[in-house]
C-alpha cells in the first residue's frame, strides 16, 4: 500500500516536473529574466524602445502627380467616301471658286451636271461628287499606369510658368497686282471725219491713273467684271491647264469702224495690252458704240475654250454734221471766184480809162511848154 501511495506521487512529481521543463522552454530570454527576478524579489527590467532616426526629406520643388506613360494611343485613318452635294449657285460666284471650295476640277462639275461653263446662273442647283473622308477607329492598346512619385513632407513650392515667346511680326507681303481696264475716244466728232478709239488692259498695283494719249479725247479707268475667287490670276482662273488669251471687240452702227491692231492677244501677266480702232461716224446726232473684252481659256489636252466677258461698257459720241463739208467748200471756192472775177471787170475798165486819161493831160502840158 506505501509503496503503491509513493509510486503515484513520484508519477504526479515525474508529470510536473516534465510540464515544468516544457513551460520554461518555450519562455524568452527576457521573460526568463523577469520570471528570475521576480523569484528574487526584483523588479523587472523595462525595455527602451529603441528610436528609429527620423531622416529629413531633401525639398524636391514642386509636387508632380502621379503619371500614366500610354504605350499606345488610338489612330484614325481617314476612308475616302464619296458623297453628293446639291450645291445652289449665288451671285457672284464662279465654276472654278465652287470647285476649289469643295476640292474638285471644273471640268468635273461640268461633265457631272452637262453645264455650259459659261452659262451658269444664281439660284442654279449643281450637283458636287466629293470624296469626303470618314474617321476608322485603328488599333488601340490601353495606357500602363507608372508608379506614384514618394509623397513628402517638404513645403510645395510653387511651379514657375515659363515666359511666353512671341513670335516676331511677319512682313507685310506687297499688294497683289490688279487688272484695270483702260478706255480712251473722243467726246464728239463730225460726219465723215475719222478719229480713233483705244482701249488697254493694264495689269499693275494700286489704283490706275487714266492717260489722254490723243488731245481732245476722253480717258476712263474702270474695273473688270469678277472672273474668279479673288486674288487669282487670270491665266491660273481654270487651272495651270489652261491657256488664257484676251479678246477686245467694237461694235457701233452709226459708225465705219476699222481695227488698226490685232483682235486677240495671248495673256502671261504682261504690264498692258492696247487695241485700237479708226472710226468714221455717218449718221449725226448722239450715237453709242459698244466696247467688249473677253477671256478665253484653252485646254491643252482636249481644246476645250471657256470663253468669259470681263468687261463692257457704251462709249457715248456726238456726231455733228457741220454747215460746209470738204466738197462743198471747194464748190463754193471755184464758184466765188468766177463771181468775183466777172464783177472785178467794170472796175478793171474804170481804172484804166482814168489812167489813159491822165496819162492824155500830161502829155498836153507838156507840148504847151
Given at each position: 500500500?506505501?509503496?503503491?501511495?509513493?509510486?503515484?506521487?513520484?508519477?504526479?512529481?515525474?508529470?510536473?516536473?516534465?510540464?515544468?521543463?516544457?513551460?520554461?522552454?518555450?519562455?524568452?530570454?527576457?521573460?526568463?529574466?523577469?520570471?528570475?527576478?521576480?523569484?528574487?524579489?526584483?523588479?523587472?527590467?523595462?525595455?527602451?524602445?529603441?528610436?528609429?532616426?527620423?531622416?529629413?526629406?531633401?525639398?524636391?520643388?514642386?509636387?508632380?502627380?502621379?503619371?500614366?506613360?500610354?504605350?499606345?494611343?488610338?489612330?484614325?485613318?481617314?476612308?475616302?467616301?464619296?458623297?453628293?452635294?446639291?450645291?445652289?449657285?449665288?451671285?457672284?460666284?464662279?465654276?472654278?471658286?465652287?470647285?476649289?471650295?469643295?476640292?474638285?476640277?471644273?471640268?468635273?462639275?461640268?461633265?457631272?451636271?452637262?453645264?455650259?461653263?459659261?452659262?451658269?446662273?444664281?439660284?442654279?442647283?449643281?450637283?458636287?461628287?466629293?470624296?469626303?473622308?470618314?474617321?476608322?477607329?485603328?488599333?488601340?492598346?490601353?495606357?500602363?499606369?507608372?508608379?506614384?512619385?514618394?509623397?513628402?513632407?517638404?513645403?510645395?513650392?510653387?511651379?514657375?510658368?515659363?515666359?511666353?515667346?512671341?513670335?516676331?511680326?511677319?512682313?507685310?507681303?506687297?499688294?497683289?497686282?490688279?487688272?484695270?481696264?483702260?478706255?480712251?475716244?473722243?467726246?464728239?466728232?463730225?460726219?465723215?471725219?475719222?478719229?480713233?478709239?483705244?482701249?488697254?488692259?493694264?495689269?499693275?498695283?494700286?489704283?490706275?491713273?487714266?492717260?489722254?494719249?490723243?488731245?481732245?479725247?476722253?480717258?476712263?479707268?474702270?474695273?473688270?467684271?469678277?472672273?474668279?475667287?479673288?486674288?487669282?490670276?487670270?491665266?491660273?482662273?481654270?487651272?495651270?491647264?489652261?491657256?488664257?488669251?484676251?479678246?477686245?471687240?467694237?461694235?457701233?452702227?452709226?459708225?465705219?469702224?476699222?481695227?488698226?491692231?490685232?483682235?486677240?492677244?495671248?495673256?502671261?501677266?504682261q504690264s498692258r495690252v492696247t487695241w485700237e480702232w479708226n472710226i468714221i461716224p455717218k449718221i449725226p446726232?448722239?450715237?453709242?458704240?459698244?466696247?467688249?473684252?473677253?477671256?478665253?481659256?484653252?485646254?491643252?489636252?482636249?481644246?476645250?475654250?471657256?470663253?468669259?466677258?470681263?468687261?463692257?461698257?457704251?462709249?457715248?459720241?456726238?456726231?455733228?454734221?457741220?454747215?460746209?463739208?470738204?466738197?462743198?467748200?471747194?464748190?463754193?471756192?471755184?464758184?466765188?471766184?468766177?463771181?468775183?472775177?466777172?464783177?472785178?471787170?467794170?472796175?478793171?475798165?474804170?481804172?484804166?480809162?482814168?489812167?489813159?486819161?491822165?496819162?492824155?493831160?500830161?502829155?498836153?502840158?507838156?507840148?504847151?511848154?
Amino acid at each position: 500500500m506505501l509503496t503503491r501511495t509513493l509510486f503515484i506521487i513520484g508519477l504526479v512529481l515525474l508529470i510536473s516536473a516534465l510540464a515544468g521543463a516544457v513551460v520554461i522552454t518555450t519562455r524568452t530570454p527576457q521573460q526568463m529574466t523577469a520570471a528570475r527576478a521576480t523569484a528574487e524579489g526584483l523588479a523587472p527590467p523595462t525595455r527602451v524602445p529603441t528610436r528609429t532616426p527620423t531622416q529629413t526629406p531633401t525639398p524636391t520643388g514642386t509636387l508632380r502627380p502621379p503619371t500614366s506613360t500610354p504605350t499606345g494611343s488610338p489612330t484614325f485613318t481617314p476612308t475616302p467616301e464619296r458623297q453628293t452635294i446639291l450645291y445652289v449657285v449665288k451671285p457672284g460666284d464662279t465654276l472654278f471658286s465652287i470647285a476649289r471650295r469643295y476640292g474638285v476640277s471644273v471640268q468635273t462639275i461640268v461633265e457631272a451636271n452637262n453645264v455650259n461653263p459659261n452659262a451658269i446662273v444664281a439660284g442654279q442647283t449643281l450637283k458636287i461628287e466629293t470624296l469626303a473622308p470618314v474617321p476608322t477607329p485603328g488599333p488601340t492598346s490601353s495606357p500602363t499606369l507608372a508608379p506614384p512619385a514618394p509623397t513628402t513632407t517638404s513645403p510645395t513650392v510653387p511651379p514657375t510658368s515659363p515666359t511666353a515667346t512671341e513670335a516676331p511680326p511677319r512682313p507685310t507681303p506687297p499688294p497683289a497686282p490688279t487688272v484695270a481696264v483702260e478706255a480712251e475716244w473722243p467726246p464728239r466728232m463730225e460726219v465723215d471725219r475719222s478719229d480713233s478709239i483705244r482701249i488697254s488692259l493694264v495689269n499693275q498695283s494700286g489704283t490706275l491713273i487714266p492717260t489722254v494719249e490723243v488731245p481732245g479725247h476722253t480717258a476712263v479707268a474702270d474695273t473688270p467684271f469678277p472672273f474668279s475667287t479673288p486674288g487669282i490670276p487670270i491665266v491660273d482662273a481654270y487651272g495651270s491647264e489652261y491657256d488664257a488669251s484676251v479678246v477686245a471687240r467694237l461694235a457701233g452702227t452709226a459708225f465705219e469702224i476699222e481695227r488698226a491692231t490685232a483682235e486677240e492677244y495671248p495673256w502671261f501677266e504682261q504690264s498692258r495690252v492696247t487695241w485700237e480702232w479708226n472710226i468714221i461716224p455717218k449718221i449725226p446726232g448722239e450715237q453709242i458704240v459698244n466696247a467688249t473684252i473677253e477671256v478665253r481659256w484653252k485646254r491643252r489636252d482636249t481644246g476645250q475654250v471657256i470663253e468669259q466677258a470681263i468687261w463692257r461698257s457704251r462709249l457715248e459720241i456726238v456726231v455733228e454734221k457741220p454747215w460746209l463739208t470738204t466738197g462743198q467748200i471747194s464748190l463754193f471756192t471755184v464758184i466765188g471766184g468766177v463771181l468775183g472775177s466777172g464783177l472785178s471787170i467794170p472796175w478793171i475798165y474804170e481804172r484804166l480809162q482814168d489812167w489813159r486819161k491822165s496819162r492824155g493831160e500830161k502829155a498836153k502840158s507838156s507840148k504847151k511848154k
